[in-house]
């Protein structure tokens, strides 16, 4: 699991990567490059553009459990066993 001290990091990594494939899209729309390569190198960057997407659906998930079991504490609604 992640630590909050870690979470900026972990932004900024994201960003990083986020960052990288744009100048990667922008690189493959001013090179000449046949359809072929394109669509191949664009296939590459939707799998890269997929795989940063569940990770932050992941970080997501865990930030909104999190934030339940918080809330249920608070409201006292889990205590009631």
Do not use: C
């Amino acid at each position: 699991m992640t630590s909050a001290n870690d979470q900026p990091n972990e932004d900024r990594r994201i960003d990083r990567q986020l960052r990288t494939i744009a100048r990667r899209v922008n690189r493959l729309e001013d090179t000449q490059v046949t359809w072929g390569e394109l669509n191949v190198e664009f296939d590459r960057l939707y799998d890269e553009v997929d795989d940063l997407k569940k990770e932050m659906n992941q970080r997501f998930d865990s930030l909104e459990s999190k934030f339940d079991l918080l809330m249920r504490h608070i409201t006292g609604s889990g205590n009631s066993q």
